[in-house]
């Protein structure tokens, strides 16, 4: 899960910039395109971070009932 995340926030912290980039080079559909991907990814490291402390929080709640 770990992993995952970092690859997600990765992307979503890198997609930006280079959507600035694409956008001063006259590339408008690259642009939008890695500026979408950057929301997504940046949604997806959302729920997969809210996913895993649901999962967690609920097994630590198991382990504390008599």
């Known amino acids: 899960m770990t992993s995952v995340l970092l690859v997600l926030l ?3 912290t890198m997609a ?14 690259l642009a ?4 979408i991907g ?3 990814c940046g949604l997806g490291a ?8 649901v999962h967690r929080a609920r ?3 198991k382990r ?3």
């Open 64 to 66: 504390s009932q008599p």
């Open 10 to 12: 990765g992307v979503a």
């Open 46 to 53: 959302f729920g997969l971070a809210t996913g895993y402390t």
């Open 38 to 40: 950057a929301a997504l």
């Open 32 to 35: 939008d395109t890695l500026a």
């Open 16 to 29: 930006p910039s280079l959507a600035l980039l694409a956008a001063d080079l006259g590339v408008a559909q």
């Open 59 to 61: 097994r630590l709640g």
